[in-house]
């Protein structure tokens, strides 16, 4: 009997199950939220810099945007770290032990 997990190993594991069930889907949708997180961030961050720069304005709202920006690249290069790295993680996964944890999560709770 396995003690008992965090809401968050649970989470985890349901997670990395998926992904090794579906590595092929999972990682496009992982790709995909790179390159929409990278795009939004870059066209925060340019118009949050270029419109204070541009009018000279030290509106805190530009400054809100351009640190939008900046979180969302830097998200997206989170993201595209995990994908790159995926193959190489992939080899050293036991993929049954992963799928029977999961398995025997139970559900999360929703008070939890």
Known sequence: MHP???R???????????????????LRRYSLITWGLAIAGGIFLAVGIFTAAAAGSRLFWLVVLAALGGFSCGFGMMY???VQQWPILRRYINTQLVRDDAEQTQPLPLSE
């Open 4 to 6: 008992a997990k965090s």
């Open 8 to 26: 968050f190993e649970r989470r985890f594991l349901r997670e990395l199950a998926r992904l090794v069930d579906d590595e092929e889907g999972t």
């Open 80 to 82: 595209s770290s995990a």
